[in-house]
């Protein structure tokens, strides 16, 4: 089968072997920034927080925080790889390696799935140090992070071939991811918000990531979370079948 060809093994043991050498910065930092927020704004300033949909602040606020732990440690995994092998030009060696696009693309986004899934599992394990956290719709849940990790890391995929400079990237994070998960829901519901920007809210895409994650632990949700899941899979493939079509086109790729 084309998936247990020895390049693509090689390929994806490599991806994970550069975040797992250094751990302590790609797994145990983003669970210690998420501690922090339980620690803060969950325990310290939770309890003078009303209860959100029939649940205390701090459990409404850890899926927010798994799913943007998640999704961010993705992007940064593929975005970084891909960018330092352009830097360095080992692209060329991938490249001319006997390995199918379609295999190159999914190695570099398992390489981030399972580094991102990494995190947000460490960031569950943290939470329940805090709060003990519901499973309402296991099933849904896993079939949402999944596929919400390997979009992040396909959207990785291609802004490290947009990317020409490491601080275009950085502006890419900056400007534009940072924000957009903020605005996500991760600290807050949509019925808090005035008419207009809950209106502005349902363009955010990572709101619905947030939103679904929310739903698959407390089984409570600002939208439709069936809606939510068939988005995040037509993203997941219009990502995919671009990223596929970008790497074989040799875009910012090819000298």
């Known amino acids: 089968m084309m998936l247990l060809t020895i390049p693509f093994r090689t390929l994806v043991g490599r991806e994970v072997q550069r975040f797992w050498l ?4 790609t797994l145990l930092a983003p669970a210690m920034s998420a501690t922090l927020y339980l620690f803060i704004f969950g325990y310290s300033l939770g309890s003078r927080f009303p209860d959100i949909h029939g649940y205390p602040y701090i459990q409404f606020m850890v899926p927010g925080l798994i799913t943007m732990g998640l999704i961010n440690n993705s992007f940064q995994n593929t975005a970084s790889s ?3 092998a352009k830097y360095e030009g080992s692209i ?11 295999e190159m693309t999914l ?7 399972i580094r991102g899934l990494g995190v947000g599992a460490l960031v569950l394990v943290v939470s329940r140090f805090f709060t ?7 099933l849904y849940l896993l079939t949402l992070v999944i596929f919400a990790s390997f979009s992040f890391s396909l959207l990785g995929f291609l802004a490290s071939i947009w990317a020409e400079r490491f601080d275009d990237m950085a502006m890419l994070s900056t400007f534009l991811l940072l924000p957009l998960t903020y605005l996500g829901g991760v600290f807050y519901s949509l019925d808090i ?3 207009f920007w809950r209106k502005v809210s349902l ?6 990531m947030i939103d679904g994650t929310r739903y698959g632990f407390l089984g409570v949700s600002d939208v439709n979370p069936v809606f939510s899941l068939a988005l995040i899979l037509a993203v997941a493939g219009i990502l995919f079948t671009t990223a596929v079509l970008v790497l074989k086109s040799g875009y910012r790729l090819r000298k």
């Open 132 to 138: 003990p956290m519901p499973l309402a719709h296991g």
């Open 193 to 195: 918000l005035p008419p």
């Open 82 to 84: 891909l960018l330092i």
């Open 22 to 25: 250094v751990a302590t910065q």
């Open 92 to 102: 060329v060696d991938i490249l001319t390696a006997p390995i199918s696009y379609v």
């Open 203 to 208: 363009f955010n895409p990572l709101l619905y």
């Open 107 to 113: 190695a570099f986004a398992l390489g981030g799935m």
